[in-house]
């Protein structure tokens, strides 16, 4: 009779460490460790041998100090004599306001382009791909360079608007395109103002409510209310009326020439309209991609089944096609707006003061603290980046699929 | 049979009749494609105007263009008030375009025939129906490329060439008996050539040599642009495979390694990657030494586009399905013969448009080089060129050029890609 037993427990031998693929990975990790450390050792001595020679140390104290120079476009209150740290929170406000910018407009150019470009229509389908593979394949840098051009070369100086017939003349005078940058009326916050602001959110909260307890009764009894009219005089009507109830507490300030330049208005500049637009476009073309494949990727035979069931074109599109496509869809969209934050640091090619011009750029230049401002620099990019993927992690968690 | 009281019976088939005008032809297509609804009737309208706007400013603009003045000054006066390019400063500036401005005039036959040579040498990785022997000349072309490139003592690329062979004998060598063995072997008995031929070649070789040496910081134009682009796809497609490879890893401190460098360098823009090339990555060298800025710039790139590569094989590793692994397993691979034989020829099939939609980028990319003072295309255009009393303020021809250039290039290697895509699948849809 033969009994089982277990086989002898090998006892550790040293040249297992090289030969058994169960402790062989120990010797490779504790390998790389050490080529991890020296080579951190050895950059790291490298680094204070050359500062000690330069005589520099790394310090942040630069920070505090005044940074000295003007920026020409600021959304919080900036002077010469304001600090470094402050100018490099001056160009985060502008980089996240024309990332903001860009994502808002790309997306409506890349929604349009990529939905015309998969309509029937042979005309409108071929410029859409005429569009998408000329934009994505000419550099980004070149696009804020060309557009750029057109807003300081071509558009026509404050100048040209003056006199009794003038060479130039503002859009329904309300907006003059010059090449100092585009004047846009600035409204004017007058007493009761609050009133109105305050009624228009109310109604748009009104629309929401209204919108649900629509379709809850839809599900209910079978009742169709209309949605489209209501929903429009419930967020325009109210509002209006407390507009005209008030006194008209909120105006427009036009801009207008006095002297050599445009005064009053809001005036945006050209930098920023070129890194704005430029960027819209460019990245358009690539989401015009990803939607155009978010909705090829809905078998037809969900739209056939829609119809089936008799439900109209529009419907088709709002609750049987876009929910599925938009799960595909919006993985792409985000890292494209990704994209677009980090691209906008090429504002340092025209001239926009994002963070990139301020702190990479010129506090940079001015304190020679290039290694601070350098790892300063990435940790905002970083910070940006790893965010936004933590959201859309969350997100893609929640509408993957649910299997069971 | 009753047949006989019919008053008339055809005999023979009557001539199939044309469609309706409006039921074939142009005609039908029209109404099908173009006026299908009247919103796309609308639509077709608009589309028609913007095209119209688009010819009808360009065109003549192209058309009436002026080629043979020396500057700006003359083609207007040839011009005369006419709204019209002149492209003239493509043909006056052509060399500075491709080659920077300080490239010697006499020495621009070695770019150019790097880059034919280049063509010899990309073929047969791009095209696999070639002679395999082929390949020979693409292990060659980096070594005389950079001896045509920068010139100077011969013994620079030979040697490089000779500790090269010797590492890939070494490997030949030692490859049968473990993969490792062979692999860190070969760099070492390359290293060990590299830095003994090192030893003899003379600090003034240069003096004297055939071809006259040229500095990196003399390279500029499209030429850099070229060169960044290839150099740093090339280099960046093994680094990629490997961060693809050690972040699948069962590792936990190879795997974090991987994970940490791949989403650092992913979060940050390729430009701050360049502030470091340019600004702090001279720090980080042992002091005394002098590195280029070319060569601060072409390891920065590369490890940009190696971690964005690194995602895309990733994508191709985690597309296949499990029992290729097990498979692999079961016939008792180790792990690089697994990877090598069967994982990593499917994974890069998979993920070889990801990579070209990388190498496109990249490709794109190099123009931010001119934002750090380099003069690539770009850089030309906006600093000497557009700068220069002849030509200053000659700007659409210019862009123009430069985009038409860089659609050319990235354009024909999407559509390369896509043929590639093509040719290699093997699944049955």
């Given at each position: ?41 050895f ?79 042979w ?98 009894t079978?009742?169709?209310l209309?949605?489209?009219w ?38 945006v ?23 155009r ?89 970083l ?22 | ?23 074939a ?71 500075q ?47 005389l ?81 070229m ?12 680094l ?39 600004v ?5 060298f ?51 013969q ?12 998979i ?58 290039v ?20």
């Amino acid at each position: 009779m033969t009994t089982m037993t277990d086989p002898p427990q090998e006892s550790f031998r040293l040249s297992m460490l090289l030969n058994d693929t169960r402790y062989r990975s120990y010797t490779f990790q504790f390998i790389a460790l050490i080529v991890l450390i020296s080579s951190i050792a050895f950059l790291m001595s490298n680094l204070f041998s050359n500062l000690a020679a330069a005589g520099l140390n790394i310090s942040y104290q630069f920070l505090g100090s005044p940074a000295g120079y003007d920026i020409n476009q600021t959304l919080v209150e900036y002077t010469s004599q304001s600090t470094n740290a402050r100018a490099a929170l001056v160009g985060i406000l502008n980089t996240l306001l024309v990332a903001f910018l860009a994502c808002v407009t790309a997306t409506v150019f890349g929604v349009i382009a990529g939905v015309l470009r998969l309509s029937n229509n042979w005309l409108v389908s071929k410029l859409m791909s005429f569009y998408v593979e000329i934009f994505r394949n000419i550099p980004v840098l070149i696009w804020i360079i060309i557009i750029f051009t057109i807003m300081i070369a071509v558009l026509p100086g404050p100048r040209a608007f003056r006199g009794d017939d003038p060479a130039a003349s503002m859009v329904l005078n309300a907006v003059a395109f010059t090449n100092r940058g585009v004047y846009i009326p600035a409204p004017v916050w007058g007493p009761g103002s609050l009133v109105v602001v305050a009624t228009f959110i109310l109604s748009v909260i009104g629309v929401f409510a209204y919108r649900r307890y629509a379709t809850n009764l839809l599900y209910a009894t079978g009742r169709l209310l209309p949605m489209g009219w209501p929903s429009l005089a419930i967020l325009f009507v109210p509002t209006l009326l407390v507009y005209f109830i008030m006194g008209m507490p909120i105006g427009l300030d036009y801009p207008a020439l006095k002297g050599f330049n445009f005064s009053g208005g809001i005036k945006v500049g050209g930098p920023l309209i070129a890194l704005w637009f430029a960027l819209s476009i460019y990245t358009g073309a690539f989401i015009a991609e990803n939607v155009r494949a978010g909705i090829q990727a809905i078998s037809k035979g969900q739209s056939e089944a829609a119809g089936a069931l008799g439900l109209r074109p529009g419907r088709i599109m709002n609750l049987v096609v876009l929910p599925q496509a938009l799960r595909v869809i919006i993985p792409p969209l985000i890292s494209q707006y990704l994209n677009i934050t980090k691209n906008s640091s090429l504002a340092i090619a025209v001239g926009y003061a994002d963070v990139t011009a301020t702190l990479g750029g010129i506090t940079l230049n001015q304190t020679g603290r290039a290694i601070e401002c350098v790892l300063l620099l990435m940790l905002f990019y970083l910070t940006i980046s790893l965010s936004i993927s933590a959201i859309m992690n969350v997100y893609n968690n929640s509408v993957k699929l649910k299997e069971r | 049979m009753s047949n006989t009281h019919a008053a008339f019976v055809r005999t023979e088939q009557v001539p199939p009749s044309p469609p309706p005008a409006n039921a074939a032809g142009p005609v039908k297509w029209a109404k099908d494609n173009l006026f299908s609804t009247p919103f796309y009737s609308v639509l077709t309208i608009v589309a028609l105007y913007v095209i119209y706007l688009i010819l009808g400013n360009t065109l003549p603009w192209i058309l009436n263009g002026v080629w043979g003045t020396s500057s700006l000054a003359e083609c207007r006066e040839v011009l005369d008030g006419v709204s019209a390019g002149c492209f003239s400063v493509l043909t006056e500036r052509w060399n500075q375009l491709l080659f920077g401005f300080k490239y010697p005039a006499d020495q621009y036959w070695r770019p150019a025939l790097t880059f034919l040579l280049f063509f010899a040498a990309a073929a047969p990785v791009l095209f696999y129906k070639l002679p395999r022997k082929l390949l020979l000349f693409t292990a060659i072309f980096p070594f005389l490329a950079y001896y045509l490139i920068w010139g100077g003592t011969i013994l620079t690329p030979i040697l490089a060439l000779v500790g090269t062979v010797v590492g890939y004998l070494v490997y030949q060598r030692l490859v049968s008996g473990s993969f490792a063995a062979g692999f860190f072997g070969g760099i070492a008995a390359a290293f060990v050539v590299w830095i003994i031929g090192g030893m003899l070649v003379p600090d003034n070789a240069n003096e004297g040599a055939m071809l006259q040496a040229v500095p990196s910081r003399d390279l500029g134009g499209f030429m850099l642009n070229m060169m960044l682009g290839v150099a740093c796809v090339s280099l960046s497609v093994p680094l990629g495979i490997a961060l693809a490879l050690g972040r699948q890893s069962d590792m936990p401190l190879i795997k974090w390694i991987c994970v940490i460098f791949i989403e650092f360098i992913r979060g940050v823009p390729l430009i701050t990657l360049l502030f470091v090339a340019s600004v702090m990555l001279a720090y980080f060298f042992p002091p005394g030494t002098t590195t280029d800025l070319f060569l601060r710039v072409v390891i920065m790139i590369t490890m940009f586009s190696a971690a964005y590569i690194a995602e895309v094989i990733r994508g191709g590793l985690a597309a296949l399905p499990r029992g290729q692994y097990e498979a692999a397993d079961s016939l008792g691979l180790d792990y690089p013969q697994a990877m090598r034989l069967i994982i990593l020829p499917q994974a890069l099939k998979i993920s070889i448009p990801g990579i070209v939609n990388v190498a496109v980028g990249l490709f794109k990319d190099t123009t931010l080089v001119s934002v750090i003072s380099m003069f690539d295309l770009l850089g030309m255009i906006r600093g000497p060129i557009l700068a220069s009393t002849e030509w200053n303020g000659v700007y659409w021809e210019l862009l123009g050029f430069a985009a038409l250039l860089f659609f050319v290039v990235c354009y024909g290697i999407s559509q390369y890609s896509q043929w590639l895509e093509r040719q290699l699948a093997t699944d049955h849809r």
